[in-house]
């Protein structure tokens, strides 16, 4: 099993200001399947990210990704105050497939 | 719009049984793959099952499989998950998801439903 590893754990910082966050594979992975998930309390998960790189539908151009074989990154450019929850990678592998996601990176409010 | 909404879910003994569906509105349901992932309160995301298009090909994530069974029906655009065997450690809030296709990512989620188990 390929196991995400996101850092920090937790991520403060101001309105304004950037933000990077990591995603590790245990092992190499295609760039294809990575993805990137934002869920604020209460509320469903949304996928930001795909192909590591591709912004999903309604996406602001502020998110972008970036990385391949083992690591990964989202990077925030000028944070909202909306942008403040959890973010979470996924990939998948093997037949038939197999799916797991990061332990989560919490983006909270300096 | 593509809506994914969800049934199901509640208060259930250890060892009882439950059936969650997902009804599917806005797309082409037959066409994509679909998934179940869990929360638990306060933790981060786990995907549980997933299921092929036509349902011939299913997966399952070592903690439930063997308990739990995903299946689908086209002609009415349901999603389906029987949980068996419900032990404590299911406890979650469970999400109908889309899959996005060639990709294996999640593109569209349900609103969750939360399964507790509990004496």
């Known amino acids: 099993e390929i196991v995400l590893t996101q850092s920090p754990g937790t991520l403060p910082l101001s309105p304004g200001e950037r933000a990077t966050l990591s995603c590790r594979a245990s092992?190499?992975?295609?760039?294809?399947?990575l993805a990137w998930y934002q869920q604020k309390p209460g509320q469903a998960p949304r996928l930001l990210i795909y192909?590591?790189?591709s912004r999903a539908t309604g996406i602001p151009d502020r998110f972008s990704g970036s990385g391949s074989g083992t690591d990964f990154t989202l990077a925030i450019s000028r944070l909202e105050p909306e942008d403040f929850a959890v973010y979470y990678c996924?990939?998948?592998?093997?037949?038939?497939?197999?799916?797991?996601f990061g332990q989560g990176t919490k983006l909270e409010i300096k | 719009d593509v809506q994914l909404v969800q049934f199901g879910g509640g208060l259930i003994p250890p060892g009882d049984s439950l059936t969650l569906s997902c009804v599917a509105s806005?797309?082409?349901?037959?066409?994509?793959?679909m998934h179940w992932v869990r929360q638990a309160p306060g933790k981060g995301l786990v995907w549980v099952s997933a299921?092929?298009?036509?349902?011939?090909?299913?997966s399952y994530a070592d903690s439930v499989r063997g308990r739990f069974t995903i299946s689908r029906d086209n002609a009415k655009n349901t999603l389906f998950m029987q949980m068996n065997s419900l032990r404590d450690e299911d406890t979650a809030v469970y999400y109908c998801?889309?899959?996005?296709?060639?990709?294996?990512?999640?593109?569209?989620w349900g609103q969750g439903t939360l399964v507790i188990v509990s004496s």
């Open positions: 998801v889309r899959d996005l296709p060639t990709r294996g990512n999640f593109q569209h």
């Open positions: 806005g797309f082409t349901f037959s066409g994509d793959w």
């Open positions: 299921i092929s298009t036509d349902g011939s090909v299913t």
């Open positions: 092992q190499s992975i295609s760039s294809h399947v």
């Open positions: 192909g590591a790189s």
């Open positions: 996924q990939q998948h592998n093997g037949s038939p497939p197999m799916y797991t």
